[in-house]
Structures are given as C-alpha cells and as structure tokens.
C-alpha cells in the first residue's frame, strides 16, 4: 500500500501552511500554541546568512512544477506486465557537470519524452522543472534474465539518453519522468551528489532499501492480480516469485510498478515531505544516496549533521563505521525514520564491471558464502553490533503496521527539545506521526556511549496483529559533542510538509515542526566547522 498524495495540499504555500499548521496545533494538543522559539538559531537558515542566501535559499525562488507527482493529467502509470515505458539509471548518482544514462524501454517501439525535475520546495509545488527532452526514439530492449542460483534479475539495456548534468544543477534528488506517445508514463530517480560543498546538512536516502523491497517485474498471474509476482525478486519471500527472495539484487533494473508504483521504488513514501520541510526552512543541505556514503564514508564529516530519512534498513559496514566515525567527530546525526542500519548489505561489481550496482543480502535465507564472518548479510544486531548502540533505539521484531501511522504522546517536555512547542506531556499529538515501523528501546542492549540520555516520548502502538508495543524516540549528545537524534518513526517526515496521508486528511504539525527546527538547529549551533 502507498500513501495517498493530495496535490492541492503540496500546493499550499508558505503563509498558508502557518496557519494550518497553528490551527492543527491548536487541535492536536489540546490548548494555546507558544511562540515557536528555538533554544539555538541556525546562522546558516534562509536570508540571514552573513553572506546572503544560502544555495537552497536561492533555487527555491524558481518556479516550481507538479509534474514529478505521476502520472499526469492524461496519463497512465505504466505497468510491469505491458511495459509501456519503464526505465532504470545506469549510475545512481553524479556530480554536478557529470552523465546520468537512461535505459528505457517502451512497447510498442514508440517516441517517448523526458522531463527532468529536482525535488524541494518550490512554493509548495515539491519540485522545479529544469529540463524537457524529446521526442526521443524509443525501442523495445531486450528481456531481463535472472541468475538461476542467486535469483537476480538484471536487464542489459542499451542507453537512450545520455543526460547530461548542468554545473548549476544543485545537488538533490532527481526524477526523470517518462511519458510515452501512447500516454503512459513512469519515472526513474536519480542523485546529483557534490562532495565539494560542505552544507550544513547532508541528506542521505534510503536507496538501498529500496532496491531491497524492489521485486521488478511485479507480473502477478491474472488470476491473482494481487498475488506473488511470477518473475520478479526482492530480498523477501513476501512479495517474490514462488515466496523465494533473492540473495543478490541488480541496481540494472527499474522499480517495480506494484501497487501502482510509477517507479520510484520508494523515493515517493517518506523523502519528499521531509526535502520540502528542509528547503522550506532555508536549510543549508545537500544529497547523497546509499552507495555515495559506501564509496566515501568521509563525506559525512563535511558536513555539521547529517539527516537519515526515508527507509534507512540496509547499511554497508563502510556506511555504518562511517556514522560512527562522524559522531565520534562532533556531527550531528538525526534518524528521522525508523528500522535503521536493521540489516548488513555488501556490494559486487555488475558482468560490466561496474562497482556498487549489485547488493548481496542472504540473510539467513540461505548460508552467506562470504569468508569473512564480519562481513555476513545478517542483522548488525546478530553481528554483536546492535544499532541501538548508534540511534538510541531500535526496531523491535514485528513493529509495524501494514501502513499509516498513530499519535505521539510526548514525555519530559520541559526538555529543550520541545521549547516552543506547546506540547505537555502525557497529551497525544493526534496525526498519523508514529508508524508504520517504529523503534523503541531495548534495555538488554543499553545506552550508548554518551551523555544526555533522554526518552521524547512513550507512544502505544499496535502491530499489523493487533499486538501493543511501545514507540520510543530518543536523543542523546555524543562523545564527540554533538546530538544523535531518533524520532523512531518513519512518518514523522508526514508531519513536515504536507503529501503523506493515508485518510486524505493533512498530518502537517506545527508543535513536530517546531521539535524537528529545534534539533537541527542545536545540531548545526553544534556541528563542526565546515572547513573541517
């Protein structure tokens, strides 16, 4: 299931979501809404730096589009059975000045368009248009196969477009939305990373888990249409062929359209909401996937605090050791998701020799057949490295709903964490704010190395079974100085910005606005010097 999108919501502008935003807290805590002050003011927010706007500040003057919110007026998603048009990158990500190739298939052979656009802000919009291509000549490629022991499923497809990337374009993430002459139409994301600019914040997404969950082709018998995929696997038995996952999965390949997914793998649930806040917000930051933070883990400490969002699940030691290395450096480190760093991944070169664009996960579904025993796709926590020991908390086994999410009933909120907030304990924040995974704390594993341990909240949730948890987000300063934060839930980004709903209704909160600004300013106030 996804979450529904509202476009007349993403269109609110900034005047417009203050005041939703106070009446929803006003509602959502029962009382009188303080004056939003937080503890620390970020030098480097909107137009008060010393030396004008930040980068953020100025690209979100642009005009901004709704033609990432596919499909268009006039179209239709395409799906994994007919395809359309579907696609993949050759290379997840490249600087700015750089090549992203695009593999795309359309069936019949047919013209084909490309619009290019950068998630943010945008008045409201989520996201700017910087380019149109077409129309493109487009060709049918050849089948994908699957590796008979692994189950992996790679397509060798020929580039269609070589899409080079302005010096201008500023780091973000990137969709290129295809749209087919027969009007169908999907999407491929993609990263401009720069590992030059040291901002504020780096943003990190989830695109490994993405890549987990992906089990393209999602081609169900016609008799089940809602059941397992005939060809396609993920890393899970739930949702692969014959309820037999894969132990290695291609980044050649494009997202399956499952659900009705348009191909963003993921990109879509969590990230948008959470890019738009920030960029609303005049936070200096830039972007950077999964197989960035693998290949340069020092990337991290360029920047004062890094925000881990969307569906942080699979991790690379390299990523991991780099965290841990970045707190120990004084960045700052917020989780604003849930079931993070949960599974160890490795990476292979592809048949092209290609590095990072294969991901090995066995775990446990088979014998991992690496040598070395640190290095087996295994939970960290099985590794004797438990993720709490990083966040402040973790996922508990079956803490999750289908989908969704539940109140947050805050604690000890005379913490600074909540100044300006309006929030008391004990009294709910009635959004969907805690789901669909949650973390809380295990007290077999403890705290970790730090100091300034505190609990933010102690929310009941209830399983996809029915049976009561209890959600924890947590925040804590390391040894290195600065705070590692946890909100323990991936729909905190839905109280941000508007877009993440499942009834329709908006879960923008003024009060988790305020809690979110407060953190990553003390973190920013906090961080290390840039030049660093």
């Excluded at 020929?158 to 201008?168: A, F, G, I, N």
Aim: a negative charge.
């Amino acid at each position: 299931m996804r979450h529904l999108r509202h476009q007349s919501w993403m269109r609110l502008g900034l005047v417009s979501l203050t005041l939703l935003g106070l009446l929803a807290a006003f509602s959502q805590v029962g009382g009188s809404v303080k004056a939003a002050a937080s503890p620390v003011s970020a030098s480097s927010l909107g137009d008060n730096d010393e030396d004008g706007p930040n980068p953020i500040v100025k690209e979100n003057r642009h005009p901004g589009s709704d033609l990432w919110q596919v499909p268009n007026a006039g179209f239709q998603v395409a799906d994994d059975i007919g395809l359309q048009i579907k696609g993949f990158a050759g290379t997840a990500s490249t600087r700015p000045g750089g090549q992203i190739d695009l593999k795309v298939t359309v069936t019949p052979a047919q013209d084909f368009q490309v619009d290019i656009l950068r998630l943010g802000f945008y008045q409201g919009h989520g996201a700017r248009l910087l380019e149109h291509l077409g129309p493109i000549h487009g060709i049918q490629q050849e089948p994908c196969t699957t590796e008979p022991v692994t189950r992996m499923l790679s397509c060798d497809w020929k580039t269609s477009v070589k899409l080079h990337v302005s010096e201008d374009w500023l780091s973000g993430v990137y969709v290129a939305v295809l749209s087919s002459a027969d009007k169908f139409q999907s999407l491929i994301p993609f990263w401009v990373v720069d590992d030059i600019r040291h901002s504020d914040l780096l943003f990190l997404s989830s695109l490994n888990t993405y890549e987990a969950y992906n089990d393209f082709p999602y081609d169900p018998p016609p008799s089940d249409p809602q059941g397992l995929p005939l060809t396609g696997h993920s890393l899970y038995d739930f949702n692969s062929a014959n309820g037999i996952p894969a132990t290695k999965v291609s980044f050649d390949r494009p997202f399956k359209a499952e659900f009705g997914g348009p191909g963003d793998g993921g990109v879509y649930d969590f990230e948008p909401e959470l890019i738009a806040f920030l960029e609303q917000n005049g936070y200096d930051v830039s972007y950077a996937p999964d197989p960035v933070l693998d290949q340069n883990p020092s990337i991290l400490l360029h920047h004062r605090a890094v925000v881990i969002g969307g569906h942080a699940e699979y991790w690379t030691m390299a990523a991991y050791d780099g965290a841990i290395a970045a707190r120990a450096h004084g960045v700052g480190l917020a989780f604003i998701s849930a079931n993070e760093i949960y599974w160890q991944v490795r990476y292979e070169k592809n048949e092209d020799g290609v590095p990072r664009r294969v991901m090995v996960g066995y775990k446990g579904f088979e014998p991992d057949p690496v040598h070395d025993p640190k290095l087996r796709t295994i939970r960290w926590r099985d590794l004797g490295r438990p993720e709490q020991k990083l966040i402040g908390v973790q996922f508990p086994v079956d803490g999750n709903q289908n989908f969704g999410g539940q109140p947050f009933v805050p604690m000890d909120t005379d913490h600074w964490v909540y100044t300006g907030s309006g929030l008391r304990d004990g009294v709910p924040v009635k959004v969907e704010a805690v789901g669909y995974e949650i973390d809380n704390f295990d007290s077999a594993v403890g705290l970790p190395e730090g100091t300034e341990h505190t609990f933010l909240d102690s929310s009941p949730f209830l399983n996809f079974n029915n049976i009561p948890y209890i959600h924890n987000s947590s925040i804590y300063r390391g040894k290195g100085g600065n705070w590692v934060w946890a909100t323990g839930s991936m729909n905190w980004s839905w109280t941000l910005s508007p877009g993440g709903t499942t009834t329709g209704l908006s879960n923008v909160s003024l009060p988790l606005q305020i809690v979110t600004r407060n953190v990553l300013n003390r973190m920013i106030h906090d961080g290390p010097s840039r030049e660093d």
